[in-house]
């Protein structure tokens, strides 16, 4: 069992960053894959970035490669989304996810935190 808390969300203006964090309970932490995703108001919940257990896998939607970067350290049980460039496109709820498999589909991650949300102004 593996829960998850995000925190990090806020206001900003389009050009700014943010950096989220998911801290997670649970001694296995590193065994998993860990993903963020995103929904924004009437959307479907979208992939965003994914990053395997060691950290040396990285996968990330088109819409944010160049301007997002995931990672993890397992010493603190915590993965990061720095977010950098924000545009008002980015405004949505953003939830990390762990899972068993490495994945960009929500379905194979069992575990999700509450949420953070993120808004950015133009």
């Known amino acids: 069992q593996v829960q998850l808390a995000e925190s990090g969300g806020g206001l900003v203006q389009a050009g700014d960053s943010l950096r989220l964090s998911c801290a997670a309970s649970?001694?296995?932490?590193?065994?998993?894959?860990l993903g963020w995703f995103r929904q924004a108001p009437a959307k479907e919940r979208e992939f965003v970035a994914m990053?395997?257990?060691?950290?040396?896998?990285?996968r990330y939607a088109d819409s944010v490669k160049g301007r997002f970067t995931i990672s993890r350290d397992n010493a603190k049980n915590t993965v990061y989304l720095q977010m950098n460039s924000l545009q008002p496109e980015d405004t949505a709820t953003y939830y990390c996810?762990?899972?068993?498999?490495?994945?960009?589909?929500?379905?194979?991650?069992?575990?999700w935190g509450q949420g953070t949300q993120v808004s950015v102004s133009s």
């Open positions: 996810a762990a899972g068993d498999y490495f994945s960009v589909t929500d379905s194979r991650y069992d575990y």
């Open positions: 649970g001694r296995t932490f590193s065994r998993y894959a």
């Open positions: 990053i395997g257990g060691s950290g040396r896998l990285t």
